[in-house]
């Protein structure tokens, strides 16, 4: 039954319609943010059910993790690109726990998904935060924290240092940016606890690293990491 706001709404689909953020077609009622055919061929990695893959691979002698996953991959150019630009430039903070909740009903099976005690998204600093609005990597926790039951702690970690760590430092440089990016205010609220660190996108690793080895230098902790996408 048509009550008045879906009559509005069918009236504003008319003059804008929503649009598929991969494919560009238009959306049928029931769907969100993708269309069911992009949904479906949206480049699943898996990674959460295979163990030593090439995610935990990056980390190897870098960061000790328990486990690591993202829910899709994506070379450059592929339309599946859109959805973490539209997540991080185009102020869509709502697509961030749209795709987190899709991602947990994936994976809430999974044994060692179901032995986190916290999601902890990956801190900007709070002046690109200011600038930006929100943090992206929130928005995927607060999604996957809804469909998971497992709490998001945001206030633990905090970013300190304004520059981004960059793709092409060295191993030098990538420790002194352990040493001054992350700080850990409550590191007692981490003792013996399985931590999931969430971040919307994975390429080298750096500031994943950077976040986990502050947390394990400050607590004895057990890190798992949590990606949308991995490049
Ligand atoms: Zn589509």
């Given at each position: 039954m048509l009550n008045r706001s879906n009559y509005l709404n069918a009236f504003l689909e008319l003059f804008y319609p929503r649009l598929c953020l991969v494919c560009g077609d238009k959306l049928i009622a029931?769907?969100?943010?993708?269309?069911l055919k992009c949904q479906l061929h949206l480049?699943?990695?898996n990674f959460h059910n295979e163990p030593d893959n090439p995610m935990e691979q990056l980390f190897y002698g870098r960061l000790p993790i328990e486990r690591a996953c993202a829910y899709f991959d994506f070379k450059k150019?592929?339309?599946?690109q859109k959805i973490l630009h539209q997540l991080k430039?185009?102020?869509?903070?709502?697509l961030g726990e749209y795709m987190g909740a899709q991602f947990a009903l994936e994976i809430q099976d999974t044994k060692w998904i179901q032995s986190v005690d916290f999601l902890c998204p990956v801190p900007l600093h709070p002046r690109k935060e200011r600038k930006r609005g929100y943090n992206q990597s929130y928005h995927l926790a607060k999604g996957l924290s809804d469909k998971l039951g497992i709490p998001v702690e945001q206030e633990a970690l905090i970013r300190k240092k304004f520059s981004s760590t960059q793709t092409k430092k060295g191993r030098y440089e990538r420790w002194e940016n352990v040493e001054t990016i992350f700080e850990l205010r409550h590191p007692e609220r981490f003792e013996g606890k399985h931590l999931l660190l969430i971040d919307d996108v994975v390429t080298t690793g750096a500031t994943l690293e950077a976040c986990g080895a502050t947390i394990l230098r400050d607590c004895s902790a057990k890190i798992s990491i949590l990606t949308l996408a991995i490049a």
């Open positions: 029931t769907e969100t943010y993708l269309c480049p699943r990695t150019g592929s339309p599946y430039y185009r102020g869509l903070k709502q």
